[in-house]
């Protein structure tokens, strides 16, 4: 009887130190592995081309098999399509091209039968020109939404300039001021003759106001004022409304946008952490929030945030391990090695200061997610690294990081980047990273029925070009590889999202890196060699010596000697060890 007290009272200790760590998010999160899609290019059903809901749905198992337990959409609303359905025209309703709001609530039913969550993109900071709002809102000033946006009377002069006497302050004001000049659109609207947007011309900014407003600008209002309440008001309205549909959180689109002139985002961080969050964690509690801010010390940390992205944009990314010496493309742009490529000429300094400046400062409280790749920059399989083997590394970076992993669509199967993409939707170079998915041997490879200058994006030409289907029948493929390691992460905590994250190797030795994860008395080793060459590294000894659990390594040996641990592993490998 004492025995089995005792062996309860080990179980209940387990399960408290396996749990999640910060108990206000939800419960799935810790152990969640996303899948982003782009709609309009992961599966067409009717034949016109273009990916949709149902589309979707007819490749749930298929989603399933690859081991992953959520799904990111990128915006499904009816959208003016001017900017890949960031530019929303109603937020209440699926466009056409994708189906109906019934097509997304049994996409989510039949997600949800195979435990998979659906998480929607919520387009928080603007709108499309299209929308009822904007076409009301620009008539007149009193009108349901005519505060929903923001109408200057004239543009104010730029800011001091700081180099003539101002301090760090003013400068840091005088660039958000001058950032929102930049956003004024000049317009004939008989509200005229400005307003803002927040991206494109076709995105007006929604008006949640400002974080001190200029007396002398009358369309500046305090974010407590009438109209950007109501704007907080309809936007908990989307949010339940989708919810109580069945969805189980939002990525929030430029969720740092909101609140204008704020420069240190104090007011922007009180917006969602004293209302949007307080009232999306009671009401909705299981419901996750995902921020597009590159800036988890801000989103997740203050603002309260689930989680936040470390990639592309920002300051704090990871271009250095993974660019090729520029975000996108450009005739001119002279290219450098990034830190994954078999030249193994890159380095790591750059990518750990600003990694473990976000990594420390959430720890606790949230994630910080490197994703695979997303709609708006190259994916991994690009430029010098197409080979399988190379990607095979990369993802085991991905895989075996802290925080939620994100697979951008595609990535599994090492689906590459098309630079010669023609903008679509308002991509520009990012229709690159938009191609439609590679299923299988038949026409469009299983993408569409439609004749192929119908296929919303060209796909790769190259008949020896990898689909799901080779995928499938090989079993080296990178595909079977993810596979792999998503398993290793379900069996190993330590491998996990909240596991402990240092790096072991030097700075000074880039190639491996080797970095150690720990969790709950579990410690596992992930050695990184991107580069052609084999490579030796001499760490401080260890008492035992690990065994080797996962990697695409051709050799990978571990010696105890009188110096220390010696690991040596060959080119384009990775290896995962358990101590
Ligand atoms: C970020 C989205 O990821 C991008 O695709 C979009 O163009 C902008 N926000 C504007 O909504």
């Known amino acids: 009887m004492k025995k089995l007290f005792f062996l309860i009272l080990l179980l209940a200790g387990c399960a408290v130190c396996l749990q999640a760590q910060n108990p206000k998010q939800p419960s799935w999160l810790s152990d969640a592995v996303f899948y982003q899609i782009y709609p309009s290019s992961y599966q067409d059903s009717d034949g016109n081309g273009i990916g949709d809901i149902p589309g979707i749905i007819s490749r749930l198992d298929y989603i399933q098999s690859i081991g992953v337990t959520a799904i990111w959409l990128n915006p499904v609303y009816v959208s003016g399509w001017t900017d890949g359905g960031y530019d929303v025209i109603d937020f209440y309703r699926v466009d056409k091209r994708f189906g109906t709001n019934s097509d997304l609530v049994e996409l989510i039913r039949q997600a949800h039968a195979r435990g998979i969550k659906v998480v929607m993109d919520l387009v928080a900071g603007h709108s499309s020109d299209q929308s009822e709002w904007f076409l009301q809102s620009k008539e007149a000033p009193d009108l349901r ?279 679509t939707d308002g991509s520009g170079f990012r229709a690159g990273c938009r191609i439609p998915m590679l299923w299988d041997a038949s026409a469009n490879a299983g993408f569409s029925t439609a004749p192929i200058e119908k296929i919303y994006i060209p796909q790769d030409p190259d008949p020896n070009r990898m689909t799901v289907e080779k995928a499938e029948a090989d079993q080296n493929s990178l595909l079977h590889y993810v596979r792999g390691l998503l398993q290793l992460r379900k069996e190993f905590p330590a491998l996990g999202a909240d596991a402990s994250w240092k790096l072991v190797s030097s700075l000074d030795q880039p190639y491996p890196m080797v970095y150690e994860r720990t969790r709950g008395g579990e410690r596992c080793w992930v050695v990184l060699n991107p580069s052609a060459k084999a490579v030796t590294v001499t760490l401080p000894a260890e008492t035992a010596k690990p065994e080797l659990i996962g990697g695409n390594y051709k050799k990978c040996n571990y010696r105890q000697t009188r110096k220390g641990d010696v690991i040596s592993i060959s080119g384009v490998s990775a290896a995962i060890y358990k101590f």
Request: hydrophobic share 35%; glycine share 10%.
């Open 145 to 423: 939404y005519s505060d929903y946006y923001i109408w200057p009377s004239f543009k104010p002069e730029g800011g001091q300039n700081p180099a003539q006497g101002g301090s760090l302050d003013d400068a840091v004001r005088n660039n958000a001021s001058a950032s929102l000049l930049s956003k004024f659109v000049a317009t004939d609207a008989p509200r005229g003759p400005y307003y803002i947007k927040n991206f494109f011309d076709t995105q007006p900014a929604l008006n949640f106001g400002f974080a001190n407003p200029d007396p002398g600008h009358p369309w500046e209002q305090t974010v407590d004022a009438p109209g950007p309440m109501a704007m907080r008001r309809e936007l908990k309205n989307i949010i339940s409304f989708w919810m109580d549909k069945g969805v189980d959180g939002f990525r929030v689109d430029m969720a740092s946008s909101l609140v204008k002139n704020d420069p240190d985002k104090s007011a922007t961080i009180k917006l969602w952490k004293d209302d949007l969050m307080k009232w999306f964690g009671s009401e909705y509690p299981e419901g996750v929030l995902i921020a597009e801010w590159f800036n988890p010390a801000q989103s997740v940390a203050q603002a309260g945030f689930d989680l936040d992205f470390f990639c592309h944009d920002g300051q704090y990314n990871y271009s250095s391990l993974f660019f090729y010496g520029r975000r996108g493309f450009g005739p001119n742009a002279t290219v450098t090695m990034p830190y994954f490529d078999e030249a193994g000429a890159g380095g790591l300094k750059t990518w750990y200061d600003l990694y473990t400046y976000q990594y420390d400062a959430v720890k606790g409280n949230g994630y910080v997610c490197m994703p695979t790749g997303n709609h708006d920059f190259n994916r991994v399989c690009t430029e010098g690294r197409t080979n399988p083997e190379e990607l095979k590394v990369a993802m085991t970076f991905f895989l075996t990081m802290p925080g939620v992993p994100f697979i951008y669509y595609g990535d599994e199967i090492g689906l590459k980047q098309n630079p010669a993409a023609p903008s």
